[in-house]
């Protein structure tokens, strides 16, 4: 019989036991089902990375006994959850003789209780090193509200506190989702742009997509790319799922004519933005290439201009008002971007800024005095582009959207970023997070990005995940996980080894799909996780509990070379025909991604291999489509004259679906065939560069995208008139 687990001799091993301890996996299943065992110096070496020493039997001892003990050297666990309606029995740690009491802080600064307690629990004594410790509990009533509470505990002259994270059971459904389903576009808004844009979609451009989807084709929401903060300056990194910071937006997007100031400005100062805005306005036909970076030397010191026209009193105000709530997190972002502007482009040189200077550091401090005004200027924008991607959501609410924009919120965040500079303390240093090998990449994947700490979450009430929930939610009406599994564990792969040398580590899943649902129940949104891949089915059974939707995509649904019939696919579940990461439809019809792939020498295969099993897909699909009556089989005869029919069929039998979320991505709807991203490239391919174009080639801008007759035609098909 196949082994599926660790023998006992492994598991008696020591250093086995202080990675389970610590919360990293020992081994791991693969997509193929194959049992993989973590080897020892990984194990160590990924331990070393959450601040555990390992390196030889005794430090594993002296590790394990701290391990041990922590969890009883406190009071009570720092992060507790409390499930709304139901009681909760929190555990306090204290001395045979003590008597524990606790009172409980609610988030608005009143006092909740008294509570109770119960000794239930303190019959088992645990022996420490130098004392025994027993157990009693303190309960938390069910009718605890919504929030992120303050419970406090003392035991005689100990006092310490816990943040008491307390969350609905799940999320609930939106009211038309219960019986039905709601339907709306995927845009990479970037690459659509109109023709008063900057060379790039903006946010003034997604107030408008936004607003005709909504009249003119009924959708009910946009799943647009992340838009989190990125660099200040050119170069600006195209992939917008490695950005600088999850807190904050990326301002390269601001509209500058949508600036109240704006309006104001002097002619001079205005007739100067027009003509910056002239330099790169021919970048909006070109159908080749995004240009950001000359899109952004052109924008930029037009907003400069705009930042140093007066604002009035209200207009300061709410400036003040927002760095005031934003914290000390804007600080370190404006910090961050002041060096970068100023010292250049953090790299991974031993004398590179970022790694010389903290936040803490006086030269730090001393260009901080030096540039105040440039320091004002970065903390303005991120206010701007905040101001315009709510002005976009409610312009989608005023416009009778049920959902609006469904944000993205990327795996983590650069290595070289603001978040990583100026909280160093909340990730792990020496690993970066990716994935195990599987079928699609042999080698695994690296995707450099530092994962956060799950202990200093713990320590810190998780505060740093909460505030990035609650800022995305902000500004949006629905957010999209990507790559979910990251709620359970992430792979994390030691620095210097291959990203098959690494190994899982757990977080508390509990705790961060309670904050999900915390956020999402108080902006009425939905939480749609990216759960694509290999996924056990514990993972999707409680993303399913907790009320998450997961991602049902045509070309996936399949098993040993057979597709489900979209009837039987998963109720909770946001349904497309494709993804950012395979070519659109147009384009896999006609085995884009074979040649795409073979040119960029990706297969592990022969090109002929790859395309035989591509036919093998495609076939497979598209009887199964001619089976369910959803296209016609005689279309198959000469698919390229009834590319628009098949791609309609395809979107007809995801209205089929029992799917409570649907969607269609625009470049399906002009019958764009070029790929957005191909995994595993760089700059070998031009990824998050592509402007949405049609069949031809040619431009197509936001101007009448909504009106162009196949775009009707598709939503009238998601509407379930066709």
Not at 186 to 195: C, D, E, H, K
Not at 374 to 396: G, H, M, N, S, V
Not at 615 to 643: Q, V
């Amino acid at each position: 019989m196949e082994q599926r687990e660790e023998s006992k001799e492994r598991l008696a091993r020591p250093l086995i036991q202080l990675a389970k301890a610590k919360g990293v996996a020992t081994f791991y299943v693969g997509q193929q089902g194959e049992y993989v065992e973590i080897d020892d110096d990984v194990l160590v070496n990924v331990l070393a990375s959450l601040g555990v020493d390992a390196s030889d039997d005794d430090a594993i001892a002296a590790a394990l006994t701290q391990a041990n003990e922590s969890i009883y050297s406190r009071l009570v666990a720092p992060t507790l959850l409390h499930i709304v309606g139901h009681e909760s029995r929190i555990k306090v740690n204290h001395g045979v003789t003590d008597v524990p009491s606790a009172t409980l802080v609610l988030e608005d600064g009143t006092e909740y209780g008294p509570l109770e307690g119960d000794a239930g629990d303190g019959t088992m004594a645990k022996a420490l090193s130098d004392r025994f410790v027993v157990n009693s509990v303190i309960i938390i009533p069910a009718d605890v509200p919504l929030g992120y509470h303050t419970l406090q505990v003392k035991v005689g002259s100990r006092v310490e506190t816990a943040t008491l994270i307390c969350a609905p059971e799940k999320i609930e459904l939106l009211d038309p989702m219960k019986h039905g389903h709601l339907w709306g576009w995927m845009a990479q808004f970037y690459s659509t742009r109109s023709s008063q844009s900057w060379g790039v979609g903006d946010f003034g451009d997604l107030k408008t997509m936004l607003r005709e989807s909504k009249e003119k084709t009924g959708s009910d929401f946009v799943l647009i790319n992340p838009v989190h903060a990125g660099e200040p300056c050119t170069p600006l990194t195209p992939s917008p799922y490695l950005p600088i910071s999850r807190r904050f937006v990326n301002f390269t997007y601001i509209h500058p004519e949508s600036i109240p100031e704006f309006s104001e400005l002097p002619d001079e100062t205005k007739a100067q933005v027009e003509r910056l805005h002239d330099s790169v306005k021919l970048l909006n036909t070109d159908a080749d290439k995004i240009d950001r970076d000359e899109m952004w030397s052109a924008k930029m010191p037009a907003l400069w201009s705009i930042f140093k026209a007066s604002r009035t009193e209200e207009r300061q105000r709410a400036f003040d008002e927002y760095k005031k709530k934003a914290g000390e997190d804007l600080e370190g972002y404006a910090a961050w971007c002041l060096a970068y502007d100023k010292w250049g482009a953090p790299t991974d040189e031993a004398g590179s800024w970022v790694k010389v200077y903290n936040r803490k550091s006086p030269e730090i401090e001393q260009l901080r005095k030096q540039y105040p005004d440039t320091l004002e200027f970065y903390r303005w924008l991120e206010w701007i582009a905040e101001e315009q991607l709510a002005d976009a959501q409610q312009t989608a609410h005023d416009a009778g959207m049920r959902i609006g924009i469904m944000a993205d919120m990327a795996v983590g965040v650069h290595p070289y970023g603001s978040d990583v500079w100026w909280n160093p303390e909340r990730f792990a240093y020496g690993a970066t997070v990716g994935a195990p090998p599987d079928f699609y990449n042999q080698q695994g994947q690296n995707w450099s990005q530092p994962p956060l700490n799950p202990e200093y979450l713990a320590d810190t009430g998780y505060k740093a995940y909460r505030d990035i929930v609650a800022g995305m939610f902000a500004h949006a009406g629905a957010v999209r996980i990507d790559h979910a599994i990251g709620l359970f564990r992430l792979w994390w792969i030691p620095e210097g080894r291959s990203a098959k040398e690494g190994a899982y580590v757990y977080y508390d899943s509990d705790v961060m799909l309670g904050i999900l649902a915390l956020e999402a129940e108080r902006a009425h949104g939905v939480v749609v996780g990216e759960d694509l891949g290999v996924v056990p089915d514990y993972m999707a059974k409680e993303l399913a509990a907790h009320g998450l939707l997961g991602c049902a995509i045509e070309w996936f649904e399949q098993r040993d070379g057979k597709f489900r019939k979209p009837q039987d696919w998963r109720p909770l579940t946001l349904a497309s025909v494709t993804t950012h990461d395979i070519p659109p439809t147009a384009g896999y019809l006609r085995y884009v991604h074979v040649k795409l792939r073979s040119q960029l020498h990706l297969l592990t295969g022969s090109e002929e291999e790859f395309m035989a099993d591509a036919r093998r897909e495609h076939d497979a699909l598209l009887s199964m489509l001619a089976d369910g009556g959803w296209i016609r089989r005689e279309w198959l005869d000469d698919e390229d004259a009834h590319e628009q029919d098949l791609i309609e069929g395809m979107h007809r039998a995801l209205c089929a679906s029992p799917s409570k979320l649907l969607c269609a991505t625009i470049t399906d709807g002009v019958g764009e065939r070029r790929t957005q991203n191909q995994p595993g490239t760089n700059n070998e391919y031009p990824n998050w560069r592509i402007p949405l174009a049609d069949g031809e080639g040619a431009p197509v801008l936001l101007d009448d995208l909504f009106d162009r007759p196949r775009v009707q035609s598709l939503a009238a098909v998601m509407r379930g008139e066709k």
